[in-house]
Protein backbone atom coordinates (compact mmCIF):
# COMPACT_ATOMS: atom_id res chain seq x y z
CA UNK A 1 0.00 0.00 0.00
CA UNK A 2 1.19 3.37 -0.85
CA UNK A 3 2.06 5.57 2.43
CA UNK A 4 0.31 9.15 2.82
CA UNK A 5 2.29 11.90 1.13
CA UNK A 6 4.01 14.46 3.86
CA UNK A 7 1.36 17.57 3.53
CA UNK A 8 0.65 20.58 6.02
CA UNK A 9 -0.40 19.09 9.24
CA UNK A 10 -4.53 20.74 9.59
CA UNK A 11 -5.89 18.48 11.48
CA UNK A 12 -4.64 16.07 14.22
CA UNK A 13 -6.43 13.48 17.11
CA UNK A 14 -4.47 12.94 20.37
CA UNK A 15 -4.51 9.39 22.10
CA UNK A 16 -3.18 9.01 25.77
CA UNK A 17 -2.59 6.38 28.33
CA UNK A 18 -5.04 6.39 30.52
CA UNK A 19 -4.42 7.46 34.05
CA UNK A 20 -1.25 8.97 33.39
CA UNK A 21 -1.00 12.76 34.72
CA UNK A 22 2.24 12.89 32.98
CA UNK A 23 0.67 11.83 29.82
CA UNK A 24 -2.06 14.26 30.07
CA UNK A 25 0.54 17.37 30.69
CA UNK A 26 2.40 16.58 27.46
CA UNK A 27 -0.96 16.68 25.71
CA UNK A 28 -1.42 19.93 27.02
CA UNK A 29 1.44 21.10 25.87
CA UNK A 30 1.59 19.28 22.49
CA UNK A 31 -2.73 21.03 21.96
CA UNK A 32 -1.22 24.63 23.10
CA UNK A 33 1.68 24.01 20.21
CA UNK A 34 -0.46 22.64 17.53
CA UNK A 35 -3.52 25.58 18.17
CA UNK A 36 0.02 28.37 17.67
CA UNK A 37 0.21 26.25 14.49
CA UNK A 38 -3.18 26.61 13.51
CA UNK A 39 -3.70 23.15 13.38
CA UNK A 40 -7.37 21.48 14.85
CA UNK A 41 -6.96 19.58 17.28
CA UNK A 42 -9.07 16.63 18.81
CA UNK A 43 -8.70 14.10 21.91
CA UNK A 44 -10.11 10.79 22.32
CA UNK A 45 -12.22 10.70 25.40
CA UNK A 46 -11.34 10.48 28.37
CA UNK A 47 -8.63 12.73 27.86
CA UNK A 48 -9.92 16.72 28.22
CA UNK A 49 -7.53 19.29 27.46
CA UNK A 50 -7.27 23.36 26.71
CA UNK A 51 -7.34 23.93 23.09
CA UNK A 52 -8.54 20.21 22.25
CA UNK A 53 -12.13 19.32 21.54
CA UNK A 54 -12.90 15.55 23.11
CA UNK A 55 -14.77 12.92 21.38
CA UNK A 56 -15.38 9.29 21.60
CA UNK A 57 -13.70 7.21 19.37
CA UNK A 58 -16.94 6.45 17.09
CA UNK A 59 -17.07 10.48 16.77
CA UNK A 60 -13.81 10.50 15.93
CA UNK A 61 -13.82 7.79 13.10
CA UNK A 62 -16.00 10.25 11.19
CA UNK A 63 -13.54 12.85 11.05
CA UNK A 64 -10.33 13.14 8.34
CA UNK A 65 -7.01 13.49 10.29
CA UNK A 66 -3.78 14.06 8.88
CA UNK A 67 -1.78 12.89 12.53
CA UNK A 68 -2.21 10.80 15.53
CA UNK A 69 -0.85 11.72 18.21
CA UNK A 70 0.05 8.42 20.49
CA UNK A 71 1.13 9.69 24.10
CA UNK A 72 2.07 6.82 26.49
CA UNK A 73 4.17 3.76 26.09
CA UNK A 74 4.09 1.24 22.87
CA UNK A 75 0.86 -0.05 24.55
CA UNK A 76 -1.16 3.33 23.77
CA UNK A 77 0.08 3.42 20.27
CA UNK A 78 -0.57 -0.17 19.68
CA UNK A 79 -4.50 1.08 20.72
CA UNK A 80 -4.31 4.47 18.48
CA UNK A 81 -3.41 1.69 15.34
CA UNK A 82 -6.60 -0.46 16.61
CA UNK A 83 -8.62 2.36 17.46
CA UNK A 84 -8.05 4.06 13.64
CA UNK A 85 -7.23 1.80 11.20
CA UNK A 86 -6.62 3.56 8.08
CA UNK A 87 -4.42 5.57 6.43
CA UNK A 88 -3.62 8.24 9.11
CA UNK A 89 -0.22 8.17 10.37
CA UNK A 90 0.67 7.41 13.96
CA UNK A 91 3.81 10.03 15.71
CA UNK A 92 4.14 7.72 19.10
CA UNK A 93 5.39 9.60 22.28
CA UNK A 94 6.95 7.41 25.34
CA UNK A 95 5.86 9.09 28.34
CA UNK A 96 5.81 6.55 31.40
CA UNK A 97 6.50 3.91 28.70
CA UNK A 98 8.95 0.96 29.80
CA UNK A 99 10.58 0.80 26.86
CA UNK A 100 9.01 2.62 24.07
CA UNK A 101 10.50 0.23 21.12
CA UNK A 102 7.86 2.44 19.11
CA UNK A 103 8.51 5.69 20.16
CA UNK A 104 9.46 8.54 17.97
CA UNK A 105 9.85 11.16 20.29
CA UNK A 106 10.65 12.03 23.65
CA UNK A 107 9.01 14.41 26.51
CA UNK A 108 12.79 16.47 26.28
CA UNK A 109 12.32 17.20 22.41
CA UNK A 110 9.12 17.71 22.55
CA UNK A 111 9.00 21.61 21.41
CA UNK A 112 11.77 20.68 18.37
CA UNK A 113 9.48 18.12 17.25
CA UNK A 114 6.23 20.23 16.99
CA UNK A 115 8.56 22.80 14.98
CA UNK A 116 9.35 19.90 12.35
CA UNK A 117 6.37 18.58 11.99
CA UNK A 118 4.12 21.85 11.32
CA UNK A 119 7.58 23.15 8.86
CA UNK A 120 6.58 19.35 6.80
CA UNK A 121 10.07 18.03 7.60
CA UNK A 122 9.14 14.62 8.57
CA UNK A 123 8.58 10.90 6.45
CA UNK A 124 6.73 8.14 6.72
CA UNK A 125 7.48 4.38 8.04
CA UNK A 126 5.33 1.78 7.07
CA UNK A 127 4.25 -1.14 8.75
CA UNK A 128 2.23 -4.10 7.78
CA UNK A 129 -0.79 -5.58 9.82
CA UNK A 130 -2.15 -8.86 10.21
CA UNK A 131 -5.57 -9.98 11.37
CA UNK A 132 -7.61 -13.07 12.89
CA UNK A 133 -10.42 -14.52 11.66
CA UNK A 134 -12.48 -16.54 13.57
CA UNK A 135 -15.19 -18.44 11.32
CA UNK A 136 -17.22 -14.91 10.35
CA UNK A 137 -16.15 -13.10 13.44
CA UNK A 138 -13.49 -10.80 12.01
CA UNK A 139 -10.85 -9.57 15.11
CA UNK A 140 -9.45 -6.27 15.42
CA UNK A 141 -6.20 -5.55 13.36
CA UNK A 142 -3.14 -6.39 14.97
CA UNK A 143 0.49 -3.87 14.83
CA UNK A 144 2.94 -6.75 16.87
CA UNK A 145 1.59 -9.70 17.25
CA UNK A 146 -1.40 -12.38 17.57
CA UNK A 147 -1.08 -15.19 20.61
CA UNK A 148 -3.06 -18.09 20.07
CA UNK A 149 -2.30 -20.38 23.85
CA UNK A 150 -4.48 -23.00 25.21
CA UNK A 151 -7.71 -22.12 27.22
CA UNK A 152 -6.33 -25.15 29.71
CA UNK A 153 -3.59 -24.77 31.75
CA UNK A 154 -3.70 -28.42 32.80
CA UNK A 155 -3.32 -30.30 28.71
CA UNK A 156 -1.85 -29.35 26.04
CA UNK A 157 -3.27 -29.17 22.82
CA UNK A 158 -2.28 -30.31 19.44
CA UNK A 159 -2.60 -27.48 16.97
CA UNK A 160 -3.00 -27.72 12.88
CA UNK A 161 -0.78 -25.22 11.29
CA UNK A 162 -1.36 -25.17 7.77
CA UNK A 163 0.89 -22.40 4.98
CA UNK A 164 -0.03 -23.07 1.53
CA UNK A 165 0.24 -26.66 0.67
CA UNK A 166 2.06 -27.27 3.89
CA UNK A 167 0.39 -28.66 6.81
CA UNK A 168 2.01 -29.87 10.34
CA UNK A 169 0.76 -30.82 13.37
CA UNK A 170 2.54 -30.54 16.78
CA UNK A 171 1.85 -30.45 20.35
CA UNK A 172 2.76 -27.03 22.35
CA UNK A 173 1.01 -24.55 24.71
CA UNK A 174 0.54 -22.36 21.84
CA UNK A 175 1.96 -20.19 18.70
CA UNK A 176 2.74 -16.41 18.40
CA UNK A 177 1.88 -15.16 14.74
CA UNK A 178 4.72 -11.92 14.98
CA UNK A 179 4.93 -9.18 12.32
CA UNK A 180 8.52 -8.04 11.85
CA UNK A 181 7.49 -4.73 14.29
CA UNK A 182 6.21 -7.27 17.19
CA UNK A 183 9.76 -9.05 16.66
CA UNK A 184 10.58 -7.38 19.88
CA UNK A 185 7.96 -8.76 21.78
CA UNK A 186 6.30 -11.44 23.00
CA UNK A 187 8.15 -13.50 20.08
CA UNK A 188 11.53 -12.36 21.16
CA UNK A 189 10.99 -13.26 24.92
CA UNK A 190 10.28 -16.80 23.77
CA UNK A 191 13.33 -17.15 21.34
CA UNK A 192 11.82 -15.46 18.51
CA UNK A 193 14.19 -13.67 15.90
CA UNK A 194 14.60 -9.75 15.97
CA UNK A 195 13.72 -8.96 12.51
CA UNK A 196 13.96 -5.22 10.61
CA UNK A 197 10.66 -3.60 10.65
CA UNK A 198 10.53 -2.93 6.61
CA UNK A 199 10.51 -6.18 5.98
CA UNK A 200 7.64 -8.08 4.51
CA UNK A 201 7.25 -11.19 6.14
CA UNK A 202 5.76 -12.51 9.64
CA UNK A 203 7.07 -15.21 12.30
CA UNK A 204 5.40 -18.72 13.39
CA UNK A 205 7.37 -18.51 17.05
CA UNK A 206 5.81 -21.94 19.29
CA UNK A 207 5.17 -21.83 22.62
CA UNK A 208 6.36 -24.71 24.69
CA UNK A 209 6.28 -27.12 21.64
CA UNK A 210 6.90 -30.80 22.98
CA UNK A 211 9.00 -31.54 20.09
CA UNK A 212 10.84 -28.25 20.12
CA UNK A 213 9.54 -26.79 17.05
CA UNK A 214 11.90 -23.88 16.40
CA UNK A 215 10.45 -20.48 15.17
CA UNK A 216 10.18 -19.91 11.27
CA UNK A 217 10.28 -16.42 9.27
CA UNK A 218 7.34 -16.99 6.59
CA UNK A 219 6.29 -14.97 3.82
CA UNK A 220 2.93 -12.83 4.10
CA UNK A 221 0.75 -15.75 3.28
CA UNK A 222 -2.23 -16.82 4.59
CA UNK A 223 -2.29 -19.40 7.81
CA UNK A 224 -4.71 -21.57 8.78
CA UNK A 225 -4.44 -22.96 12.75
CA UNK A 226 -6.92 -24.84 14.47
CA UNK A 227 -6.22 -27.19 17.88
CA UNK A 228 -7.96 -29.73 19.31
CA UNK A 229 -9.16 -27.97 22.32
CA UNK A 230 -10.57 -24.24 23.72
CA UNK A 231 -7.82 -22.03 22.60
CA UNK A 232 -7.75 -17.62 23.59
CA UNK A 233 -6.58 -15.33 21.18
CA UNK A 234 -5.00 -12.68 21.99
CA UNK A 235 -4.19 -9.26 19.54
CA UNK A 236 -0.79 -6.92 20.92
CA UNK A 237 -1.60 -8.33 24.14
CA UNK A 238 -4.64 -6.46 25.00
CA UNK A 239 -7.58 -7.83 23.93
CA UNK A 240 -8.56 -11.75 24.33
CA UNK A 241 -11.07 -13.90 21.81
CA UNK A 242 -11.94 -17.60 22.29
CA UNK A 243 -11.82 -20.03 19.34
CA UNK A 244 -13.49 -23.66 20.15
CA UNK A 245 -12.05 -27.24 19.35
CA UNK A 246 -11.56 -27.63 15.36
CA UNK A 247 -12.45 -24.36 14.78
CA UNK A 248 -10.10 -22.53 12.20
CA UNK A 249 -8.58 -19.72 12.64
CA UNK A 250 -7.20 -17.82 9.71
CA UNK A 251 -4.31 -15.40 9.80
CA UNK A 252 -3.92 -13.02 7.30
CA UNK A 253 -2.44 -9.32 6.08
CA UNK A 254 -4.93 -6.45 7.09
CA UNK A 255 -5.90 -4.45 4.23
CA UNK A 256 -4.32 -1.07 5.47
CA UNK A 257 -0.39 -0.84 6.47
CA UNK A 258 0.64 1.18 9.71
CA UNK A 259 2.11 4.62 8.98
CA UNK A 260 4.54 6.32 11.56
CA UNK A 261 5.59 9.82 11.21
CA UNK A 262 9.46 9.51 11.58
CA UNK A 263 11.70 12.44 12.07
CA UNK A 264 14.48 11.04 11.56
CA UNK A 265 16.13 7.39 9.58
CA UNK A 266 16.97 4.50 11.89
CA UNK A 267 18.53 1.49 10.74
CA UNK A 268 18.75 -0.67 13.93
CA UNK A 269 16.01 1.21 16.33
CA UNK A 270 14.97 -1.88 17.55
CA UNK A 271 18.38 -2.69 18.85
CA UNK A 272 19.02 0.37 19.93
CA UNK A 273 15.59 0.98 22.40
CA UNK A 274 16.14 -2.80 23.42
CA UNK A 275 19.47 -1.39 25.39
CA UNK A 276 22.02 -3.00 22.87
Given amino acids: ?26 AAKISGLLAA ?29 DLIFAIGGDGTTLRAFRSFSGDAPVVSMNI ?20 AILAGKYF ?10 IGRKVLPPALNDILITRANLTRTPVLSIKLLDDEISQRMDGIVISTPT ?13 LHEGLGCLILTPVASVNRMPPLVI ?13 NLVIDGQEAFKSEPDQIVRISRFPHDAHFLRLRKSGMRQLTKLGF
Fill in 96 to 115: GGHKGILSEVQISSLHTAID
Fill in 37 to 65: GKVKTYTLLPLKVEHGIALAQDDLKKIKT
Fill in 1 to 26: MTPPQAKPIQTAVIVAKLNSKEAEDA
Fill in 182 to 194: GSTGHSFSIGGPV
Fill in 124 to 133: FDSRIMIQAT
Fill in 219 to 231: PIEEIYIKSNMDM
